[in-house]
């Protein structure tokens, strides 16, 4: 009897990715503001504290904050949103600031996380 061997393929690497078609995300990747709050109140200390106020370094530092904020969220594991992260530093004079905003959204799935960071000439709201 006579073995007759069949060659086989190698076996092909598949790599997963999302469905694109997916437009609301599941449960356990829902946005959670708690968490993405603690997020930003860590990245504004590690970047802000101990820094004097200086117009010329802010719109540095606004540029670092954001993209590092993004990442942060990234690393999240927040797939399927989009993020707006919008940076204001001002300097602390004890002076009031409001500040508004409005939105068109998704009830079930979006959301927002802010936080102040204020030291002795620093104001930044995120």
């Not at 086989?8 to 997963?16: G, N």
């Not at 503001?33 to 200086?54: F, Q, R, W």
């Not at 370094?57 to 797939?79: A, F, H």
Request: some cysteine.
């Amino acid at each position: 009897m006579a073995d007759t061997a069949v060659e086989q393929p190698p076996p092909t690497t598949q790599t997963q990715a999302g469905n694109t078609y997916v437009i609301r995300p599941n449960f356990q990747h829902k946005f959670r503001p708690v968490i993405v709050k603690e997020c930003i109140h860590n990245a504004l200390s590690e970047h802000l504290t101990g820094k004097n106020y200086d117009a010329e370094e802010t719109i540095e530092w606004t540029k670092v904050i954001s993209d590092d904020i993004k990442q942060r969220l990234k690393d999240l594991g927040y797939d399927r949103y989009k993020f707006i992260v919008q940076v204001v530093i001002g300097e602390q004079r004890g002076e009031g600031v409001k500040m508004g905003c409005r939105c068109f959204w998704d009830s079930d799935t979006d959301n927002y996380a802010q936080d102040i960071f204020m030291n002795v000439s620093i104001g930044c709201v995120l």
